[in-house]
């Protein structure tokens, strides 16, 4: 079964960037349409960002327009959402996705997971 691995996650004071990966062992992400997605403690898991397939059409959920940038590092096959400015309402576990399309920030078709990385933006 394919899992997704995400890193990247940590701690950071607020205003600060972190950079997370999404790496797929057994899988080219290349061919995937690739979503990152978070869910706080208490809340339901929302899309943050989603980058088609073999382009570089991207979508961004408002809450993170203008701070977050989703990219693919074609040399590694992995897909990186650079987040500047974080907020503490940026706090939640991020998780990507591998899937067929994205509609808006959300994947559709066969998709596979990653398990997480946990983002703490605290001062």
């Known amino acids: 079964q394919v899992q997704l691995v995400e890193s990247g996650g940590g701690l950071v004071q607020p205003g600060g960037s972190l950079r997370l990966s999404c790496a797929a062992p057994?899988?080219?992400?290349?061919?995937?349409?690739i979503g990152w997605f978070r869910q706080a403690p208490g809340k339901e898991r929302e899309g943050v960002s989603c980058?088609?397939?073999?382009?570089?059409?991207?979508h961004y959920a408002e809450s993170v327009k203008g701070r977050f940038t989703v990219s693919r590092d074609n040399a590694k096959d992995t897909v990186n959402l650079q987040m500047n400015s974080l907020k503490l309402e940026d706090t939640a576990v991020y998780y990507c996705?591998?899937?067929?399309?994205?509609?808006?920030?959300?994947?559709?078709?066969?998709?596979?997971w990653g398990q997480g990385t946990q983002v703490t933006v605290s001062s």
């Open positions: 996705a591998a899937g067929s399309w994205c509609v808006g920030t959300n994947i559709h078709g066969q998709s596979y």
């Open positions: 057994g899988l080219t992400l290349n061919g995937y349409a």
């Open positions: 980058i088609s397939s073999r382009t570089t059409h991207t």
